[in-house]
């Protein structure tokens, strides 16, 4: 019985944060499962994203699940240099401008990025309502990649334990004048990658790396 109840509150949860995310005209590409059916496969094939009008190019993006392993791993072109991209990511004054999608906004309490600094967040919904997460920075090689531990917080960076907790390794990969960003996020047990999954994750993130793509220009 204490089980469900735990599982009930983290899918509320995530309904809450992620559900409305497939109203907002992000676009649902497939999902690629690796598991023990498709075993055989463990390259996954780049997808075109849906771009902005006002996109020149197509950029690459590819959102892959391997349930053997509990991971997620998201790899997304960027049409910027690496050191650019970089900042975007690990700077609060670019982060709180992109990192939530919209209609979603994201909002910075504190960051300390270096080794065992911490990132503390929100993500503040059209009404007002605030989510808050927190990152702790576990190891950094600058402009190159980081990796951390995220989690759900109250606003003072308390841990609640009821929700999922995941790793995240970010690595940042310059070719030519365009960036290709990889994020491999882990999870302890199934059930809380498929959570995430079915609550919106996928589109969330995607539709946040939109932003992006529409702020780069104007850095």
Known sequence: MGS???????????????????LLGAPIESIHFLDECDAESTESELITSKKTEDM????AVDFSVDKDNRTITIKREFEAERALV?????KTEILDQWW??????????????????????????????EHWSI??????????????????????????????????EVSFDEQGDHTFVQIIVSYDDLAQLEATIEMGFKEGLLSAMENLDELLPKL
């Open 100 to 129: 939530a999608p919209k209609p979603w906004k994201a909002k910075t309490k504190s960051m300390d990025f270096r080794d065992g600094g911490k990132w503390l967040y929100a993500m503040v919904g059209p009404n007002g309502e």
């Open 86 to 90: 970089w900042d975007a990511y690990t």
């Open 56 to 59: 020149k190019s197509n950029l």
């Open 135 to 168: 990152v702790d920075y576990t190891k950094i090689n600058a402009k190159q990649s980081f990796s951390g531990l995220d989690a759900f917080t109250d606003e003072n960076g308390k841990i609640n334990k009821e929700m999922p907790r995941s790793s995240w």
């Open 4 to 22: 469900r109840s735990k599982s009930e509150k983290m899918f509320n949860f995530l309904d809450t944060l992620f559900g409305s995310f497939n």
